[in-house]
């Protein structure tokens, strides 16, 4: 059970962990986040996280009110009053109190939130359904708490016996509301949108492990016209490593098998490994 928050550097219990209702963040929508994981004690690929959680707070006009050793230490902290190894871990930065109530004050609310993981990185066989919709991501590099598109299709993902969507903008690919997309084509190559998207850290080390082990990878803009002609197609996600995608709008992709797709998985978990063993060795 998770019984403590960090709001503003302070641990806090999980009742007390409040916003007042003047902050941007809830009038405006105005705030980023970042997510990631940690496993056996340890915030997974903790340098790209923070990395891309500051980025995000300087592309939307925001600062982070401490260094990343000092966020790291509270992510460390959080982790070890709650008594947990394995957590997903949600950084939260919000526009802060506004007295017009869109002015932002200059002193933004930095939270630190936990949440359990029943299940990470575990091989679907099958893949998933995803509909494809028309739809371009304000600000798509910063990782912003603006969700509600997604939020408002998922009626209609149901519906369809669908679990997710892939955003463009009617000629282009993008991404998904939570993760990054990719095609295989018949010659085997990954190819991936590089713009008008978020680049994820999962993306990363998938894409990297993928190049090491000699499997060519196309970082460029793709047209929605080559879904047709794929072998194969995938999410990457934090907490579902890679995935695949067996059907976009009722139609099959490739012809069902997956066997990059699987390969991905086993490279990027090992990658995960050497990652945590390296960082026990230097603790």
């Given at each position: 059970m998770i019984r403590f928050y960090n709001v503003n550097g302070a641990v806090t219990p999980v009742e007390n962990a409040v916003l007042h209702v003047s902050?941007?963040?809830i009038l405006r929508g105005y705030g980023i986040f970042d997510f990631f994981?940690?496993?056996?004690?340890?915030?997974?690929?903790?340098?790209?996280?923070?990395?891309?959680?500051?980025?995000?707070?300087a592309l939307s006009g925001m600062e982070v009110p401490c260094t990343q050793t000092q966020l790291k230490?509270?992510?460390?902290?959080?982790?070890?009053?709650?008594?947990?190894?394995?957590a997903g871990v949600r950084l939260v930065l919000t526009g802060g109190y506004?007295?017009?109530?869109?002015?932002?004050?200059?002193?933004?609310?930095?939270?630190?939130?936990?949440?359990?993981?029943p299940s990470i990185w575990h091989r679907n066989a099958s893949g998933i359904r995803v509909l494809l919709y028309d739809y371009q991501r304000e600000l798509p590099?910063?990782?912003?708490?603006?969700?509600?598109?997604?939020i408002r299709m998922i009626p209609r993902i149901e519906a369809a016996g669908a679990q997710d969507l892939v955003y463009h903008?009617?000629?282009?690919?993008?991404?998904?509301?939570?993760?990054?997309?990719?095609?295989?084509?018949?010659?085997?190559?990954?190819?991936?949108?590089?713009?008008?998207?978020?680049?994820?850290?999962?993306?990363?080390?998938?894409?990297?492990v993928a190049r090491a082990n000699?499997?060519?990878?196309?970082?460029?803009?793709?047209?929605?016209?080559?879904?047709?002609?794929?072998?194969?197609?995938?999410?990457?996600?934090?907490t579902k490593g890679v995935i695949p995608v067996s059907h976009i709008d009722g139609?099959?992709?490739?012809?069902?098998?997956y066997p990059i797709c699987h390969r991905l998985q086993e490279l990027f978990l090992e990658s995960v490994e050497t990652y945590l063993q390296r960082e026990a060795g230097n603790n």
């Open positions: 902050d941007l963040s994981v940690a496993v056996r004690g340890q915030p997974l690929f903790w340098n790209d996280y923070a990395a891309r959680f500051y980025r995000s707070a230490e509270r992510v460390l902290e959080l982790l070890t009053v709650n008594e947990m190894t394995d506004s007295a017009d109530a869109y002015t932002p004050p200059g002193q933004p609310n930095l939270l630190i939130l936990l949440h359990t993981l590099q910063a990782k912003t708490t603006h969700y509600a598109t997604g903008d009617g000629e282009w690919l993008r991404e998904s509301t939570r993760s990054n997309f990719f095609l295989i084509n018949s010659e085997g190559t990954i190819v991936t949108p590089g713009e008008a998207i978020l680049e994820g850290v999962t993306r990363k080390h998938v894409l990297s000699g499997i060519p990878v196309e970082i460029r803009d793709v047209r929605v016209s080559e879904i047709a002609k794929a072998a194969e197609a995938f999410f990457t996600s934090s139609n099959q992709t490739g012809t069902g098998h």
